[in-house]
């Protein structure tokens, strides 16, 4: 009987197979853990010092990068004084004096250094003055029948000290017009920078429409002369060129020839925040710096990167498991 030898394929040839063949080839990942805190410790640094830039620019915007401001002080402690108001009538002004050609009612009294006074009467702002000495005068309009005087003091950061005692003066003049013509003042007292645009709000009360006004501004330049329709709120602007304490004068008529007057004081100074805003606080101007606006794109460019580096790493190994399925070899 015939022997069968079973042959051996390959009887002398060795195939070694590398031990990952048919497993899925290793894929070293990126450990995204680190950058994640990273970015988001970075983002909130970045969107803090963004929040308080804004913020500092919606009290004060600036082309370049400058820091002022002002040490916060107690409001004032005294109270501003009040002389026994005096009624002057056209006809008793003094020769030389700035004349007004209507009636008059003189404020004057004593104040602390460097502080401003408002002087209310019956409720209603009718003059400011005051800069930096340590008495005051000015004159305002008298209303018909009794005016309570009052006088406000207010320091360099817009706060308020205890108010004068009540003055009291009646006031009968010889004709009336009715309604009475009156100017007040809409906006507290300003404290502002050279070539910075001053923004006066008058209040125009009563009298009969049309109505002319005449603002001298203090610094020696043209009277600013102007008609108003209707009565309410008007905006006066002006700048000033240099440096500071202006009184500012403002007289209107009506269409009767009833006449009235307004007074208040404006600090000019070379830094912003020397003086007092229509806020009655004092004001930071804080630019905003240049690189904050490239910091942004740039993180956000960061972010894009990671993001894609991240995509690419989850294609690449999905593309490689795929390729592991179709070309692994196959053993029978």
Excluded at 21 to 33: E, N, W
Excluded at 139 to 160: E, M, R, S
Excluded at 256 to 268: D, P, Q, S, W
Aim: glycine share 10%; charged share 20%; aromatic share 8%.
């Amino acid at each position: 009987m015939a022997r069968i030898i079973k042959s051996k394929p390959h009887g002398r040839l060795k195939l070694s197979h590398h031990r990952h063949t048919g497993k899925r080839l290793p894929h070293h990942h990126t450990s995204y853990g680190g950058l994640i805190v990273l970015t988001v410790v970075a983002g909130i640094m970045l969107a803090f010092a963004t929040v308080s830039t804004l913020k500092a620019q919606t009290l004060q915007s600036s082309q370049s990068v400058s820091v002022s401001g002002v040490v916060p002080a107690p409001p004032p402690q005294e109270a501003a004084t009040v002389t026994q108001p005096t009624l002057v009538r056209a006809e008793e002004s003094k020769p030389g004096e700035r004349g007004l050609d209507f009636d008059t009612l003189a404020i004057s009294g004593v104040k602390l250094k460097d502080t401003i006074v408002e002087i209310y009467n019956n409720e209603l702002l009718a003059g400011a003055a005051g800069c930096r000495s340590e008495g005051y005068s000015l004159k305002i309009t008298p209303q018909y029948g009794n005016n309570l005087v009052v006088a406000k003091v207010v320091d360099n950061l817009g706060q308020y000290g205890p108010d004068s005692k009540t003055a009291s003066v009646v006031y009968l003049p010889k004709s009336k017009l009715e309604p009475q013509f009156l100017l007040s003042g809409a906006s507290k007292y300003f404290g502002l920078q050279v070539n910075q645009k001053h923004e006066l709000l008058i209040k125009i009360i009563g009298g009969q429409a049309p109505y002319a006004i005449s603002v001298d501004w203090g610094d020696n330049k043209e009277t600013d002369l102007s008609v108003h329709r209707t009565s309410g709120k008007v905006k006066l602007s002006h700048r000033y060129d240099t440096t500071g304490c202006y009184n500012i004068i403002v007289q209107g008529e009506d269409n009767k020839g009833g006449k009235a007057y307004f007074r208040t004081t404006v600090l000019i100074s070379s830094l912003a925040g020397a003086g007092l805003s229509n806020t009655g606080a004092a004001f930071a101007n804080i630019s905003a710096i240049p690189t904050l606006g490239l910091l942004w794109p740039l993180y956000l460019a960061v972010l894009a990167f990671i993001a894609a580096f991240w995509l690419g790493e989850k294609y690449q190994v999905r593309r490689n498991h795929d390729l592991w399925k179709t070309r692994r070899p196959r053993y029978s």
